[in-house]
């Protein structure tokens, strides 16, 4: 069974070709990192996979079942899930809310949605937050609890969209732990980040997007002795030791 490929997809917006005949698959239970310049279509290629845009022409499947073009909440419910690189939490509820909010898409009552809730929030370091305000979070606060929203819809493909900004170095390690773990569980990851010591050290296949086409598809250490990603990104060979 196919779990997610991506075939010539294409997506413009006017002259601008933002997402250019792109190619590639993910087998379930996949950690792979998205890397790339600012530009390059990373977002782009997260809001079509999310439904939150039509392409322009290609296809994507997911699961065998041909997707390109619906809806977010078709994919919702169907395992997909997403983070965004400005959180977009619910203003006026509480941190625990917001959570059990995602959540009450599988459970049966708000109870129980906001006692898993409790679960994704320890889990990502907020359980001492539950009751406040999301007002009151820092940035790095917020992009955790986009983490724990993003898992409380119970996912088996979680789009990441780099979640360690804003964070200290021990809470980089620990929410690349949690990431690390998701695979094992059951859950398949796509993970954009610039935090680049992070998912260079983690994921085990890399996709480099540059002006909306894939130039590398590699492990890490070799993506880092690639002379057309160095020149793209890195600007210089280096190592992520």
């Keep these: 069974m196919t779990y997610l490929e991506v075939s010539n997809l294409t997506r413009s917006f006017g002259a601008l070709m933002a997402v250019a005949n792109l190619n590639f698959s993910v087998r379930e239970g996949e950690l792979v990192g998205l890397i790339g310049p600012n530009g390059a279509g990373k977002s782009t290629l997260y809001n079509l996979i999310a439904g939150a845009i039509q392409p322009t022409s290609g296809s994507i499947v997911f699961r065998d079942r041909s997707v390109a073009g619906w809806k977010p909440y078709d994919a919702a419910r169907a395992g997909v899930a997403r983070t965004f690189q400005i959180p977009k939490p619910y203003r006026g509820l509480s941190v625990v809310d917001n959570v059990a909010l995602n959540s009450l898409l599988h459970d049966s009552s708000l109870k129980e949605s906001r006692c898993n809730a409790e679960r994704y929030l320890n889990d990502v370091g907020l359980s001492n937050q539950a009751g406040a305000a999301v007002k009151t979070l820092t940035a790095g606060e917020l992009k955790r609890l986009e983490v724990a929203r993003a898992l409380a819809l119970r996912p ?53 997007l540059h002006r909306g086409e894939i130039i590398a598809d590699d492990k890490p250490e070799n993506l880092v002795k690639n002379p057309t990603v160095i020149q793209a990104y890195f600007g210089k060979e280096t190592t992520f030791a």
């Design 156 to 208: 088996s493909l979680v789009l990441f969209d780099e979640i360690m900004a804003g964070l200290t170095p021990n809470e980089v390690a620990a929410m690349t732990d949690l990431v690390a773990g998701l695979p094992p569980k059951g859950i398949t990851v796509i993970w954009v980040e610039h935090v680049l010591h992070a998912i260079m050290k983690t994921a085990p296949r890399i996709m480099v």
